[in-house]
């Protein structure tokens, strides 16, 4: 097309430079777009990483110094709720990677599907550790003026010999203080995780991210991996290691 011709017809011109609708102003490409977002959500996912490891650290010192009651403690704690909690949220590690890859595939309908699984996954998650969480309140293990260390200085129901004496039984409390610390912070991002997913699935439905334009499914299952493997840390930490003295 030459110069004339596009001087008659400009709008030929800004047509052949026309960028796609979801390509932001301040990008060049698609592609420099992408790699600016991915670069971005990784580097949150560092700070996740610090903040997490922040705690995790802060457990394994406090589990040396009161490793008797922190042993009783973890015997406070279903191994078999945990357990399901564990597969739920790897199946729905699943269901976000399958969203991923029908969002690559253009399937909306799919895409849609595994957004919704994933959903209910992580809703069942939360209502298994919200049941776990009712039953610490009614044996009295939350941290603060609800707190009894009377299961410990007497032996645990299921577990007469992890009786302790009272002040180590009062250190319990430091035990159940980071499991509410570690797997509240955790539950907080499932639930952030969860209204995300909402939102992704209205705007899946309109089709924003089967006509070329994934970063956003691919940044948002990132994360949701990342807190999953949270999670595969946080299990065997408190439910399992302090099983065996």
């Known amino acids: 097309m030459d110069s004339q011709a596009i001087a008659t017809h400009p ?3 800004h047509g052949e430079h026309e960028h796609p ?16 977002a991915s670069f971005g959500m990784w580097l949150f996912l560092l700070t996740e990483i610090m903040f997490f490891g922040g705690m995790f650290a802060a457990y394994l010192i406090y589990r040396n110094w009161y490793y008797p009651a922190f042993v009783a403690g973890s015997h406070q704690l279903s191994i078999l709720l945990g357990t399901v909690n564990t597969a739920v949220l790897i199946c729905s590690s699943f269901t976000m990677a ?12 799919a895409l849609v599907m595994w957004l919704l699984l994933t959903i209910l996954l992580g809703t069942v998650f939360l209502g298994i550790k919200a049941d776990e969480y009712h039953e610490k309140w009614e044996k009295h293990h939350v941290p603060g003026l609800n707190f009894s260390a009377n299961d410990f200085v007497n032996g645990s129901k299921g577990y007469p010999d992890d009786k302790l004496a009272p002040d180590m039984a009062q250190k ?10 570690m797997t509240g ?5 499932m639930i952030i995780g969860i209204s995300i997913l909402i939102v992704l699935v209205i705007r899946a439905r ?9 970063t956003t499914i ?12 949270v999670w595969i840390f946080l299990f ?4 399992l290691i302090s099983r065996h003295q």
């Open 206 to 214: 309109q089709g924003a991210y089967t006509e070329g334009h994934m």
């Open 98 to 109: 399958m969203g991923v890859y029908s969002a690559e595939m253009k399937r909306k309908g």
């Open 185 to 189: 912070m955790h539950a907080l991002h």
């Open 21 to 36: 609708p979801y390509l932001r102003h301040h990008f060049a490409t698609v592609e420099q777009q992408r790699e600016t």
């Open 172 to 181: 319990s409390q430091v035990y159940f203080s980071l499991y509410f610390a």
């Open 11 to 13: 709008e030929h011109a």
């Open 236 to 239: 065997p930490l408190l439910y």
């Open 218 to 229: 691919e940044n948002f299952g990132l994360y949701w991996h990342f807190v999953d493997i």
